[in-house]
């Protein structure tokens, strides 16, 4: 059971704009900014988003995120068949003395 | 380019210890933390702690403490991940990850070890 909530599948065909919601709490992403990961089959995860809506160098524009009281969600536009990937957000959360939390994962199909 | 290298996957008995090693390059390792999580076969990740190269503070998860030890040396600019008593659900993929402070995003992310555990 992860402390963050996502859905466990999404899917769109290419050029469509998709997005992925990701539910936490006052003690997480109430109170922190979210991260957003992208793992591709077989892969190491690889940053995506960070402070709730920041692009890393290289990531394209296509990625957004955004964050409203205790949910945040991550946004594709323009979906691409490489887009195909298992995507998690990520929160501090303050209470058990503090701890880094995951979503469950959700795997985007690329119709 | 900013790289961590991890070792070698493993095989394990239960009740026994593994220690995976994790190199950088590319930075000033004693300028940021290295984070530790873990991937269980076909599941979800898992934040397993945090401990800055600079001084050695660590932050580890409440379910893993008494078990896991997270060291650095920094002649070598090398992270360690111990983890002991070893069961059957401590398979998966560990992973050491580039993080600033213990709460900051993860970038980037070594390739992963994977470590079994099996009688």
């Known amino acids: 059971q992860s402390v963050l909530t996502q859905p466990p599948s999404a899917s769109g065909t290419p050029g469509q704009r998709v997005t992925i919601s990701c539910s936490g709490s006052s003690s997480n992403i109430g109170s922190n900014t979210v991260n957003w990961y992208q793992q591709l089959p077989g892969t190491a995860p690889k940053l995506l988003i960070y402070s709730n ?5 290289g ?24 887009d195909e ?8 959360d303050d209470s ?3 701890r880094g939390v995951f979503g469950g994962g959700t ?5 | 380019q900013v790289q961590l290298v991890q070792s070698g996957a493993e095989v394990k008995k239960p009740g026994a210890s593994v220690k995976v090693s994790c190199k950088a390059s590319g930075y000033t390792f004693t300028s940021y933390g290295i984070s530790w999580v873990r991937q269980a076969p076909g599941q979800g ?15 580890y998860a409440q379910k893993l403490q008494g078990r896991v030890t997270m060291t650095t040396d920094t002649s070598t600019s090398t ?14 993929v560990y992973y050491c990850a580039r993080a600033l402070r213990y709460f900051d995003w993860a970038d ?3 390739q992963g070890t994977l470590v079994t555990v099996s009688s």
């Not at chain 1, 990937?85 to 501090?92: G, K, Q, V």
């Not at chain 1, 795997?107 to 119709?111: A, E, F, G, R, Y």
């Not at chain 2, 992270?79 to 998966?92: F, G, N, V, W």
């Open chain 1, 85 to 92: 990937a298992d995507y998690y957000c990520a929160a501090w």
């Open chain 1, 59 to 82: 990531v394209p524009d296509r990625f957004s995120g955004s964050k409203s009281g205790t949910s945040a969600s991550l946004a594709i536009s323009g979906l691409q068949s490489e």
């Open chain 2, 45 to 59: 990740l898992e934040w397993m702690g945090w401990i800055s190269a600079y001084n050695g503070n660590t932050n």
């Open chain 2, 108 to 110: 980037p992310w070594g």
């Open chain 2, 79 to 92: 992270a360690y991940m111990e983890l002991r008593s070893l069961r059957s659900d401590d398979t998966a």
């Open chain 1, 53 to 57: 809506n920041q692009r890393p160098s």
């Open chain 1, 107 to 111: 795997k985007l199909t690329v119709l």
């Open chain 1, 96 to 98: 058990l003395n503090g």
